[in-house]
């Protein structure tokens, strides 16, 4: 079983769509997480950190849930723009292990 | 342009060629990391360096696969004898250490690398 596991995807879903990703995350010691952005053939970047409490930037919204190891990033409104894979990271404490999921494509459609 | 930097951009080389890329990152950050990226996964992790220090490497670096950071500033990743299993895109990444929390990296655009 891998340590970090997504939804293998792909989504497909219309322009304006509500789409939800879930992770989930094997290690209790791990001790901060994120959401990255991979577009084709290119490098991963930074979308979100994700936070016990929950966080929202625009119209995406991360959660985790430590009691059962899981994770979410939740995006309204889809765009076009938004089509790319989503990758959750886990980084075990220190910050220098981190794991990444093997991503969950999203395909957005006019 | 402040962002990681990685050199070469692509890679061609034939199956028992040595190859080394080179990765310069964000000046102020003093970790460095190595990932590797095959299609259809995430990036798995190599190696990671704060500031001149070699502090962790995966199982995935082989003896055939040698990284160094020598003045704490710009890392090398060396690939020696190299295999077809070896092509995939080599990340480099860096990012501040925290003590006790993980800060997001900053990734180079990557070099792909293809044996042939």
């Known amino acids: 079983r891998k340590e970090v596991e997504q939804d293998p995807g792909p989504f497909n879903v219309p322009e304006g769509a509500t789409v939800a990703f879930n992770c989930t995350y094997s290690n209790s010691a791990s001790q901060s997480f994120f959401w990255y952005r991979q577009d084709c053939r290119k490098e991963p970047k930074l979308l979100m950190s994700v936070y016990s409490s929950g966080n929202e930037d625009g119209r995406f919204t991360a959660q985790l849930n430590r009691a059962s190891q899981y994770i979410s990033l939740l995006i309204r409104d889809s765009k076009l723009s938004d089509s790319a894979t989503y990758l959750c990271v886990v980084t075990h404490t220190g910050g220098f292990k981190t794991i990444f999921g093997a991503g969950t494509r999203l395909f957005v459609k006019a | 342009d402040t962002g990681v930097s990685q050199n070469p951009r692509h890679k061609i080389t034939k199956r028992g060629q040595n190859v080394t890329f080179r990765c310069d990152p964000i000046s102020e950050h003093n970790r460095l990391y190595w990932y590797r990226q095959t299609l259809g996964q995430g990036p798995e992790f190599l190696t990671y360096?704060?500031?001149?220090?070699?502090?962790?490497k995966s199982r995935l670096l082989s003896d055939r696969f040698s990284a160094e950071r020598p003045k704490g500033s710009f890392s090398t990743l060396e690939i020696q004898r190299t295999e077809q299993g070896d092509s995939a895109m080599y990340l480099c990444a860096s990012s501040l250490a925290g003590r006790f929390v993980g800060y997001g990296y900053t990734f180079g655009s990557g070099t792909r690398l293809t044996v042939v």
């Open positions: 360096f704060q500031n001149e220090a070699q502090l962790e």
